[in-house]
């Protein structure tokens, strides 16, 4: 139960921080409104607070939300911006998060 709600945490984080930042990218470079930036900034801020609720410490939490954030990049990429992720792009996001759930999820004795 614990991973299933930490992987929960990483999902609503990922919508955050990627809708956020793709937010702010619309406003900065495709000239989108003010608000629209300003939304995304919030965003960014309440990913911020979602990451704190993990249990583990801060480097492995935010080593293992890099694997999250690069596969879920990849898939707003496809969905909200025409992205086509290549073989290579899949390959490379299958393996970036294995090694992450190992990060995070592996059984440690202390």
């Known amino acids: 139960m614990l991973v299933a709600k930490s992987i929960i945490f990483f999902l609503f984080a990922c919508i955050f921080e990627v809708g956020g930042g ?5 406003w ?3 000239d989108k409104p003010i608000w ?11 990913y911020g607070v979602i990451a ?7 480097g492995r939490v935010y080593a ?4 999250f954030f690069i596969v879920f990049s990849l898939l707003w990429a ?3 911006d025409g992205f086509k ?7 490379g996001a299958i393996i970036t998060l294995f090694g992450v759930c190992v990060i995070m999820y592996a059984p440690r004795h202390t």
């Open 64 to 67: 293992t939300y890099g694997g």
């Open 78 to 80: 496809y969905i909200f």
């Open 52 to 58: 704190t609720l993990q249990v583990q410490g801060f």
């Open 36 to 46: 629209i930036g300003v939304v995304g900034g919030i965003c960014l801020f309440i």
């Open 28 to 30: 900065f470079k495709e």
């Open 85 to 91: 992720p290549d073989r290579y792009d899949v390959i």
């Open 22 to 26: 793709y937010l702010v990218w619309l």
